[in-house]
């Protein structure tokens, strides 16, 4: 595996910025120092086991808890009228406030009505976790059942026009060459290592919950709505979080569960999920059906693209996979338009999963380009290169930085793709047959509002605080970094605090925009700690600055230093010493933009090309992703090492898409059947392939002082389809549905 990058411009003496770092928080992962949710113990704690509904649809008409009642250590057998009705969070989504935001927005035992497999309908509380079990296993439910539908033929409701620019249809019809094809792909379950989990804790009226959790701020809110709490009221702490994927982005229904069972019960509750509880009901990428129309002329220009998706959801929400986000912006066309439907089902509420929207919809796309490019006879690079827009012609404005058609030479280059052989199964190495294959990249960059706050302190260390949450990319190292590129200091001179809702306000950890929005609030809140140094400096009637005036000096690189003359400059740690002071403090804040209201002035997003190489031997009926190459264009990189890590994460994620990963659903009672990682196959060390990353250099400052973009989603945008554009170039089968099986390609 191997990575570069260009120098990055304009770094300080320190290059902390741009430079790759490990992990500041590695050791204490490592060494088993870090405490997750389920880790936390607390005397008198009980233990909760959710009773999950054994039918998808239907309603309970009794529930027997009599014998778990009565058995060793069980406190309740919690249920519907146990505790005061839980109230709905219900936000309207389509606004600019992400601060509480839910997916699923019936209350747990809201109602007896059971609408998907799993649901829960009854909470086991004991003084042990194994009796806690012994009694969710004891409660017996009746109820009356009915035929769920989890059919994974999917039908909108109606379908909804999301982009439309000149006539499709139109461009359609009198194109010289098209390709009209479906393209449809499984459901998918996030399986983070670390399960959910929650510690609710009462201290009077108080709330304290131990969560898994992507969003503290946004979690303690949802929660506070349910339980009819002020938000100052309940604090979320959540420091470390063995990943998520998306799946907790937002609150689901056993975390305001615990809460109300803690505080029933007047103990402190944990209640972590089983392995099987993950496929019901925390979330799911869901099924997903698209159809794309490209029309182009005899030379490759294209004159029209449709695309039309349509994703399950659960009954009573509107979960949209919004699969057209970086179609209207991808490739140049007069004429396009993009549609969008949902088809409820009897399943859990789907949710964000790593590069939602995007990711499935530049699946079809790219897999629609290849098939393009195959019947015009050209090279598949060549064609999206002459397909490149000068602006975002979806919004009509320009790019505010857009270095795709460099991704493709580069990665072409990198990758040897001018020795490619077009024709299907001609390329061989050592008894096996080659497949070559690309794919655009893309996501979305903006950023959510922030906070933060840093200390200097007079032992010549600083702390940066921010109530945002690191999932596993990286977060607590970018903030030192951030921090130690301003005051020059190494990263271990720099504390972070991070995940506690007692903390100066973050975002969520999601859409690849934490790192993004952060920069300014933390540049912030560092000026501001230096201005206050300099002011407690000029004000002090005996000191290094005394009587100086504060516009006469500067902060820089944790110095005060004279604008003019010849004075020497001084450490903050040897002012906060010559001052008595122990430390000071300086806050920021940013603004976001994600979903701001108005028309945007540049298009924000970054891009990037995949080109991958299978390898196939019909003998055996065995395939293998045998290498890849990614160029990125994400702006400024700040460590390359965590960045290439978030790469190669997607690409191997990308394969467990492309051939692997698909969550099936009984006909018979909608459960999810292969709920194990046993049984859901997910990619693993032995399918890695050897990878090839490569960051381009562009600083995109539209967005932040540092020109830093998001690169968590787009190294999974396009992967799945570079794979089986490469599997249609060794074996001649065009796979139109994930994941691929070995029986496409020997029927």
């Not at 109602?111 to 004991?126: E, F, T």
């Not at 006879?377 to 270095?403: T, Y």
């Amino acid at each position: 595996m191997s990575a570069s990058h260009s120098a990055p411009t304009q770094a300080s003496p320190m290059n902390v910025i741009g430079r790759p770092h490990p992990r500041v928080d590695g050791a204490l992962k490592v060494t088993g120092a870090a405490r997750y949710a389920g880790d936390h113990y607390l005397p008198g704690m009980l233990y909760a086991v959710p009773v999950g509904a054994t039918i998808a649809k239907g309603s309970i008409t009794a529930i027997d808890a009599g014998v778990a009642e009565q058995m060793p250590g069980v406190r309740a057998i919690l249920r519907r009228g146990s505790f005061p009705p839980l109230g709905r969070a219900e936000l309207d989504m389509s606004s600019a406030d992400t601060t509480s935001i839910l997916d699923e927005f019936r209350p747990p035992f809201d109602d007896d009505v059971v609408r998907y497999y799993g649901q829960y309908v009854a909470l086991a509380v004991a003084d042990s976790f194994e009796q806690a079990k012994a009694a969710a296993d004891a409660v017996r439910v009746s109820y009356a059942v009915e035929i769920p539908d989890v059919d994974p033929a999917l039908v909108a409701e109606k379908m909804t026009v999301k982009s439309e620019r000149g006539d499709a249809e139109a461009g359609f019809a009198g194109a010289a060459v098209t390709i009209d094809q479906r393209y449809a792909m499984a459901p998918e379950t996030h399986n983070p290592i670390e399960t959910h989990a929650t510690l609710a804790v009462w201290e009077g009226d108080a709330l304290t919950l131990h969560e898994t959790t992507q969003g503290v701020i946004n979690h303690r809110n949802v929660v506070a709505r349910m339980l009819g709490l002020p938000a100052e009221k309940v604090r979320v702490i959540s420091r470390f979080l063995g990943s998520g994927f998306g799946n907790k982005l937002w609150p689901w229904t056993h975390s305001p569960l615990a809460a109300a069972a803690a505080r029933t019960l007047g103990r402190p509750v944990k209640l972590v999920l089983s392995r099987a509880m993950t496929f019901q009901s925390v979330g799911h990428r869901p099924r997903i059906e698209q159809r794309i129309r490209l029309g182009a002329t005899a030379d490759g220009k294209l004159t029209s693209v449709r695309h039309d998706y349509v994703n399950a959801t659960s009954i009573l929400d509107s979960y949209e996979e919004n699969c057209g986000e970086a179609t209207p912006h991808m490739y140049s066309t007069p004429n396009l338009r993009v549609t969008a439907g949902i088809a409820r089902r009897n399943i859990g509420t789907p949710t964000s999963m790593r590069g939602p929207g995007a990711v499935p919809g530049l699946y079809a796309l790219e897999s629609g380009m290849d098939e393009l490019a195959v019947a015009l006879g050209m090279d598949p690079v060549e064609l999206r290169l002459r397909n490149e827009p000068s602006i975002d012609e979806g919004l009509g404005v320009p790019f505010s930085s857009r270095h795709f058609q460099e991704c493709l030479r580069v990665g072409a280059e990198r990758f040897g793709w001018s020795r490619r052989d077009p024709r299907v199964g001609a390329m061989t190495r050592d008894g096996l047959t080659l497949g070559w294959g690309v794919a655009a990249c893309s996501w979305i960059a903006e950023r959510f509002a922030s906070n933060a706050a840093v200390d200097l302190r007079d032992d010549g260390t600083a702390r940066v605080a921010c109530a945002i949450q690191d999932i596993g990319t990286g977060t607590y190292t970018v903030m030192a970094q951030m921090v130690a590129e301003r005051l020059g200091l190494p990263t271990d001179r720099i504390e972070v605090a991070l995940g506690d809702t007692r903390l100066p306000a973050g975002p969520v950890s999601g859409g690849s925009m934490a790192t993004a929005s952060l920069v300014a609030p933390i540049h912030e809140a560092v000026a501001k700690a230096g201005a206050a140094l300099i002011a407690a400096a000029c004000a002090a009637k005996d000191g290094p600055f005394s009587g100086s005036r504060p516009e006469e000096l500067d902060f820089v690189e944790g110095k005060i230093t004279a604008k003019t003359g010849n004075r020497q400059a001084m450490g903050f740690d040897t002012v906060l010493k010559a001052l008595g002071m122990p430390a000071i403090s300086g806050s920021g804040s940013g603004t976001g933009t994600f979903m701001a209201p108005g028309k945007p002035t540049v298009s924000k997003h970054s891009f990037g090309a995949h080109f991958v190489e299978v390898t196939w031997q019909p003998e055996t009926a065995r395939l293998r992703v045998a290498r890849t190459v990614s160029v990125i264009d994400a702006g400024r990189i700040l460590n390359p090492l965590a960045a290439r890590n978030q790469i190669e994460g997607s690409v191997v994620m990308g394969i467990g898409m492309a051939l692997f990963e698909e969550t099936h659903y009984d006909a018979r009672n909608g459960a999810p059947v292969n709920a194990s990682l046993a049984d859901y196959v997910v990619a693993t060390h032995a399918d890695a392939p050897a990878m090839d990353v490569h960051f381009l250099e562009y600083p995109d400052t539209s967005l932040n002082a540092l020109g830093a973009r998001g690169v968590g989603e787009i190294g999974l945008a396009g992967t799945a389809a570079a794979i089986t554009n490469a599997v249609y170039h060794a074996t001649g089968v065009r796979v139109r549905e994930l994941p691929l099986k070995l029986e496409h390609l020997m029927s």
